[in-house]
């Protein structure tokens, strides 16, 4: 009887959601409640969905997710710490009719990368960059990130971030959007079916506008969590982000073809 | 045949362009050349020289501490190079702003008064080429033609027009040129 | 015979790039190396052969350019000196462990720091020993003429996508900076992208139905993974090391004595062995073109027939070593050279060998 229904189930037409055959079978390395997952899904299905697998190539970062490419299956290209905009450049630059993007976490993209960030976005190459900010660094083992909040611990703040000595938690995607350069700006979040679909539709509308033309560069900032660097239960991180992250770095559009959303 | 030549004077004064305009008439004539300036800072404004060497051989060294001829067109370049002349080597000069005349007796010597002559001929900035034409004078070892035909191939298109300037120049620089000291 | 024209060594190197079929140039401005991308940006290559150039941001992203769009199969190079390579090395590192093929200039400056903006061959080590992390090594071409400037520039893509390799072309501010002949070879069209992709299986140029998917990436976790793939290096370096080198003898058959001198430094010591033979002193020059693989082999030979070795370089003495290391105490082998940007004359250099090699 119980063989019956799950047989029943698996019948191709009652099926309300498959595995896009572009996520690999490999399994994720990373932690359980971690946003990394969703995020790599969403684009893999964009990617499914627009049938641009033969012509994308994405770079994965150092970070948790410098193996993106073990779970993703596609082309793609690790770079050196901060760099992927300068590789995604270098791509781009001689294949402008390749789809390139990358993928990165705050650590790469607004500390060490800030310089291949800021330029990149300047130049408005024709290419989407995907940061995932979560406050910390989660693969080396939760130190401070340029994204910790005020008064947050870690393992090199372990008495909260100072903002005195230590600065204060950069908001690089309201920066960029500040460039002539960028045509799409937006921070979304994948905590909730809710989130993961606005994400999914803005990270759409960015793969759409490569497709078409050349409009300028497309930044995708997902506002995420590290269950394990904040030391807490994904349950707890998720409500930790929205009642911390979130008033920090609020969720929403900044600039849509090329013009900032008041 | 070698020929080892250092071209030295103030930045501005077309001492890097004559050079490459030599090194360009030598390559018409199938020569082996080098053209090596000093290069850097001083470059704007202060003292500038080249290196030009012209053979029928490989060219080993492009920086050297002896040259067959000097031409040199400020006081600075004639303390420092007067004495880098081989013996038995030219040396020419342009007799504006020097304030001690070369008085070696083991080289010939000769001066050319280009920077008046280039005045009076109210083409200031073709100064280099009656130098030039000093030097051909002097030591005919590039033919007229190749130096015209090198002319044409150093100066960019848009100074194409300028180019009958130069040839008069240059013929000007030959007749103008002065024995100050010869050996015999 | 091709066209001929005076150029410097920097505007060589440009011109070749263009000729060969280069797909790309991603760079940075620094003295003495800046007429590369100065005549690239004014020969507009992208309205004839379709070549990009692109002054990057700093040398780091330069070098990461040259990484993404080599790893993607095109034709890439870039160029620097001194303090721009030391910041091109973490993306050298990374492209020599995911064996990306690619040309790398270095005109030379003197250093250490910012030092000055003159030649110098202080950056051998740097060059042929690693300079960035890890176990890896690249062929590295020293030209001693603006001829050699453009010449090297196809043998190095040759050479760099024969081994899937960075190849480093070590020149320095003197062949950057001086005008010779040059006789500029054919133009070669740019690969079209079906050949890219024929010729380059392992690029990351669109995953398509009938392939794995392409990865660019030095990371092996796994240490035993990691080891092996070390071992493929390392077996790639010993093909390079037995099919690759190159050097050229001057004098030698005869030569008593022998000067030892790559680039700029073995013209200047051209001049030193003819000032030698005048006064009747038999001096041979040994100039090795490829300073990695070194010619260890042909050195040792001549370490059979000569008396010692000068070995004369603009630097505190960085190539002598590997000629100790050839010659293992045979005969006498000693160093000379000037720094800071000062350029040994050929005099200098003879005294140099009469005093600390021939002796009283």
């Keep these: ?262 | 045949m070698t020929e080892e030549i250092i071209i030295a004077g103030f930045g501005g004064q077309g001492v890097l362009s004559m050079g490459k305009i030599l090194a360009y008439s030598g390559i018409m004539q199938n020569q082996e050349v080098s053209w090596m300036p000093s290069y850097g800072p001083e470059m704007r404004g202060g003292t500038a020289n080249v290196t030009v060497i012209l053979s029928d051989e490989r060219i080993s060294s492009p920086i050297l501490t002896e040259y067959d001829t000097a031409i040199i067109l400020n006081q600075q370049s004639m303390d420092k190079f007067e004495s880098s002349v081989k013996p038995g080597g030219t040396l020419i000069y342009d007799g504006n702003g020097i304030s001690s005349p070369p008085e070696r007796k083991d080289i010939n010597i000769y001066r050319i008064d280009a920077a008046d002559e280039a005045s009076k001929m109210g083409l200031t900035k073709i100064f280099n080429m009656i130098v030039l034409g000093g030097y051909l004078k002097v030591k005919p070892l590039v033919d007229l033609k190749n130096v015209i035909l090198g002319l044409k191939k150093s100066l960019p298109d848009r100074y194409h027009h300028m180019i009958p300037d130069n040839e008069k120049a240059i013929m000007r620089g030959l007749e103008i040129v002065e024995p100050v000291h010869i050996l015999n | ?360």
């Design chain 3, 1 to 360: 015979m091709g066209e001929l024209k005076l150029m410097k060594g920097n505007e060589a190197i440009a011109e070749a790039a263009i000729r060969a079929g280069v797909d790309a140039y991603f760079g940075y401005p620094i003295t003495p190396q800046s007429e590369v991308i100065e005549y690239l940006a004014l020969q507009k290559p992208h309205e004839t052969t379709g070549m990009v150039v692109l002054q990057a941001e700093s040398e780091l992203a330069s070098i990461n350019m040259i990484y993404g769009a080599a790893g993607a199969g095109k034709k890439v190079m870039t160029s620097s000196s001194g303090p721009g390579i030391s910041l091109m090395m973490e993306g050298l590192s990374y492209i020599a462990g995911a064996e990306l093929p690619c040309v790398v200039v270095n005109v030379v400056r003197g250093g250490p720091g910012l030092g000055t903006i003159q030649p110098a061959q202080s950056d051998y080590f740097q060059a042929t020993k690693g300079g960035g992390h890890g176990d890896y090594s690249m062929i590295v071409l020293a030209p001693a003429s603006v001829q050699e400037m453009s010449d090297f520039v196809p043998l190095g893509f040759d050479l760099a996508f024969k081994y899937r390799n960075p190849v480093f072309i070590l020149s320095d501010g003197l062949i950057g900076q001086m005008m010779e002949k040059v006789e500029l070879f054919d133009f070669v069209p740019r690969w079209t992208e079906q050949e890219i992709i024929e010729k380059n299986p392992w690029a990351t140029t669109g995953k398509t139905p009938g392939r794995e998917r392409n990865i660019i990436t030095s990371l092996y976790l796994d240490p035993g993974i990691q080891e092996k793939h070390n071992e493929k290096l390392q077996a790639k370096y010993r093909k390079m090391k037995k099919e690759e080198v190159r050097f050229e003898k001057i004098q030698c058959d005869d030569a008593e004595y022998l000067i030892v001198a790559y680039g700029s430094s073995a013209r200047i010591a051209q001049k030193s062995i003819l000032l030698a033979r005048e006064k009747g002193i038999k001096v041979g020059l040994f100039r090795p073109i490829t300073l990695f693989p070194f010619p260890f082999n042909e050195i040792k030979k001549m370490a059979n027939q000569v008396k010692g070795i000068l070995s004369l370089e603009l630097s505190a003495g960085q190539m002598v070593e590997d000629i100790k290391m050839a010659v293992n105490e045979k005969i006498k082998v000693e160093h000379f050279g000037r720094m800071g940007g000062i350029i040994h004359s050929p005099a200098e250099a003879l005294e140099a060998l009469e005093q600390k090699i021939i002796g009283e």
């Design chain 1, 1 to 262: 009887m119980k063989d019956e229904l799950y047989t029943d189930i698996v019948k191709e037409e009652n099926l309300v959601y498959k595995k896009t055959s572009l996520m690999t079978d490999n399994i994720l390395s990373y932690c359980p409640g971690c946003g990394h997952g969703t995020a790599h899904r969403i684009i893999m299905e964009i990617i499914d969905e627009f049938g641009i697998q033969k012509d994308t190539i994405g770079i994965a970062p150092v970070g948790c997710s410098v193996l993106a490419y073990d779970f993703m299956n596609i082309d793609m290209q690790q770079a050196a710490h901060g760099r992927a905009p300068a590789v995604a450049t270098g791509i781009k630059r001689t294949w402008p009719k390749k789809i390139v993007f990358t993928y990165q976490g705050d650590g790469d993209l607004a500390a060490i990368g800030t310089a291949e960030t800021i330029h990149t976005c300047n130049r408005g190459e024709n290419f989407l960059i995907v940061f995932i900010n979560n406050g910390i660094y989660g693969m080396t083992g939760g130190q401070m990130a340029p994204t910790t909040l005020p008064g947050m611990k870690s393992s090199t703040c372990p008495y909260g971030r100072d903002v005195d000595m230590m600065g204060h938690p950069l908001k690089i995607a309201e920066l960029v959007a500040l460039l002539p350069g960028t045509h799409l700006v937006s921070r979304q979040a994948v905590h909730t079916p809710a989130a993961v679909r606005k994400t999914k539709n803005i990270i759409k509308k960015a793969f759409e506008y490569q497709l078409k033309a050349k409009t300028g560069t497309c930044f995708v900032e997902i506002v995420s969590n590290c269950n394990s660097g904040w030391k807490m239960t994904p349950v707890q991180a998720n409500k930790w982000m929205e009642e911390n992250m979130f008033p920090y770095f609020p969720l929403g559009d900044i600039k849509i073809e090329g013009k900032l959303v008041q």
